[in-house]
Nanobody, 113 residues
Framework: QVQLVESGGGWKQPRGSLRLSCAAS????????MGWYRQIPGKQREMVAT???????SYADSVRGRFTIARDNAKNTLYLQMNALKPDDTAVYYCKDLVRDIWGQGTQVTVST
């Protein structure tokens, strides 16, 4: 059974950067479609970025050009590099194994002055 554990969240001022990590155990992420999602209390969880089995990436319009999704197969870890952070990026961020429909527990990101 795959387990996903996110880390790297925290508080940042606007225009700052954070890198989220999603470490997998129990199975390899190599060649597996993965995604990052986020959720604000009272709202539906929304897709932030995805990476296909072949490495093709896609992004929500709100983060394109600022966020980058990537994976390190050797470390069995998925990343989300977040630059030029905005207060609207404040949310709990989750990684997801899109093939096996498995979620991590989430990590809080807060962007404020």
């Amino acid at each position: 059974q795959v387990q996903l554990v996110e880390s790297g969240g925290g508080w940042k001022q606007p225009r700052g950067s954070l890198r989220l990590s999603c470490a997998a155990s129990g199975s390899s992420l190599s060649g597996v479609a993965m995604g990052w999602y986020r959720q604000i209390p009272g709202k539906q969880r929304e897709m932030v970025a995805t990476i296909s089995s072949g490495g093709t990436t896609s992004y929500a319009d709100s983060v394109r050009g600022r966020f980058t999704i990537a994976r390190d197969n050797a470390k069995n870890t998925l990343y989300l590099q977040m630059n030029a952070l905005k207060p609207d990026d404040t949310a709990v961020y989750y990684c997801k194994d899109l093939v096996r429909d498995i979620w991590g527990q989430g990590t809080q990101v807060t962007v404020s002055t």
